[in-house]
């Protein structure tokens, strides 16, 4: 459950960008995913899926293709939930 769910700071998520070695995280609809085992399957290639690494992908995401069910394909790739930047500190 969400419970369980490590809580992710916006510059916590800027810092998964998928540069230098480190994952890729993207964030749906305040759900954070590592999307790096996915990306060198993504149909659209990698380039398009890195642009939303790092940050919040929802509205790239909904331009291209609104169909596609994200929060199934990724189930398995979730690390955490949004939150503000001053939550884990609390
Ligand atoms: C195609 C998944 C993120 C750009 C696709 C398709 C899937 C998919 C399943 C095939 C769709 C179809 O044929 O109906 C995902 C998942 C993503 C993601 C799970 C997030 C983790 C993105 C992002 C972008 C993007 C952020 C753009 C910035 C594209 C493009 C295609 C595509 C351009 C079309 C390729 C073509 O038909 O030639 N993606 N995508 N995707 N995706 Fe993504």
């Known amino acids: 459950g969400v419970s369980s769910l490590q809580r992710v700071t916006p510059s916590q998520l800027k810092q998964h960008n998928g540069r230098k070695g480190k994952p890729a995280w993207s964030a749906y609809q305040g759900k954070v995913y590592n999307v790096t085992p996915y990306v060198p399957f993504h ?4 380039g398009e899926i890195r642009r939303a690494a790092g940050k919040d992908g929802e509205k790239l995401f909904n331009e291209v293709h609104p169909w596609v069910n994200w929060d199934n394909m990724l189930e398995s790739c979730i690390v955490g939930i949004m939150v503000g930047e001053a939550e884990t500190l609390k």
């Open 43 to 46: 149909p659209g290639g990698e």
